[in-house]
């Protein structure tokens, strides 16, 4: 089995090195708070009092700490630096594409093989046959060491040879959680506002997801065809639904809800009717989120 050098002890990192013990692989660990490496070795790791001793003499080094500056303190110091020399570097911080990019130069430089991770779940949902985890960087050394990574999450991908894909999908993928999760924080308080059980509300959304998965899907397949301009498939058109919109608007003014949100869509409708668009599919409201 491989032999892993691995860098945090936190939440994840725990979840990541007990999953790889488990998995039959020797995992050195050190974390800055050395109590939680030294729990580590109840499940079979062996704890290590600085970076560069746990990435001594291993196959890979995988590095999970908060945020890519607390990873930097330690990886770009050069005893460490120096110990990575010859060997792959796999880093599972979250990250956005410009640090993937930037460690990958930073790696590539000093003679280190490098893949820049994106983990698609939480804690508890390692070493899981659905969970998803993205690689970019090194394609020979992912395809090398597949095996291992797939024993963290069975789902996981090498997505592109650009160290930065995979957090980019990271974010995109996050972006979509997060219009969900903001859509229903907005639906939440309309439904508060107007005295809708929750419960109420929760089965009659069941009931209307299905339009609302079709028309996500649509709204994604035109977007990537360039079907912007209303047609005889358009389901709605940014008239039809910036009408719909302003009795949400409606309601945020009149009942004191937080306009945030509702402002945010707001603009988007207003930019494109601006334009003379509110004729178009509302795959054209694409237009106004990335400059041309
Ligand atoms: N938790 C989750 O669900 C998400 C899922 C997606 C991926 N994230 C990313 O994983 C990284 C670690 O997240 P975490 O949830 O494990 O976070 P913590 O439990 O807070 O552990 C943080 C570790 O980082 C160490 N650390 C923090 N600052 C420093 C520093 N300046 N120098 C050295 N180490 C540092 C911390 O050490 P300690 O506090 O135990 O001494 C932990 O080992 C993160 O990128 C998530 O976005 C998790």
Redesign the pocket.
């Known amino acids: 089995m491989t032999t892993i050098g691995f860098l ?7 979840a990541l090195v007990r999953t790889l013990l488990q998995n039959g692989h020797q995992v050195q660990v050190w ?3 050395a109590e ?1 490496a030294e729990a580590l070795t109840a499940f079979g790791a062996t704890a290590k009092p600085t970076p560069e001793e746990a990435i001594g003499g291993v196959d890979i080094a995988i590095v ?4 890519y ?2 990873s930097d ?2 990886l770009r110091r050069p005893a460490v630096t120096e110990a990575l020399k010859g060997n792959l570097l796999v880093q ?4 956005s594409p410009m640090t993937g990019r930037e460690t990958g130069e930073w790696a590539t430089g000093n003679g280190i093989a490098y893949l820049d991770g ?6 508890d949902l390692i070493g899981d046959p659905g969970t998803l985890v993205l690689y970019s960087g090194s394609r020979p050394q992912f395809e090398q060491y597949q095996a291992l990574f797939m024993c963290l999450g069975g789902k996981s991908a090498f997505v592109s040879e650009d160290f930065g894909a995979a957090s980019a999908l990271d974010s995109a993928i996050l972006a979509q959680m997060w219009g969900t999760l903001f859509g229903a924080l907005q639906a939440l308080a309309v439904t508060r506002v107007e005295k809708i059980d929750p419960d109420t509300y929760a089965t009659f959304l069941k009931q209307s997801q299905p339009v609302i998965d079709a028309a996500t899907k649509d709204l994604m397949q035109r977007v990537r065809d360039g079907r912007d301009r209303g047609d005889e498939a358009t389901l709605a058109s940014i008239a039809a639904h910036n009408a719909a919109f302003h009795h949400l608007r409606d309601i945020v003014r009149d009942r004191g809800i937080n306009p945030a949100i509702s402002d945010a869509f707001g603009s988007l409708f207003e930019a494109a009717i601006a334009k003379g668009h509110q004729e178009d599919d509302f795959a054209m409201l694409a237009r106004f989120m990335v400059a041309a």
């Open positions: 945090g002890a936190g939440r994840m990192g725990t974390n800055r708070t939680k999970n700490l908060l945020d500056a607390a303190a330690q599972l911080t979250s990250g994106a983990i698609m779940a939480t804690p």
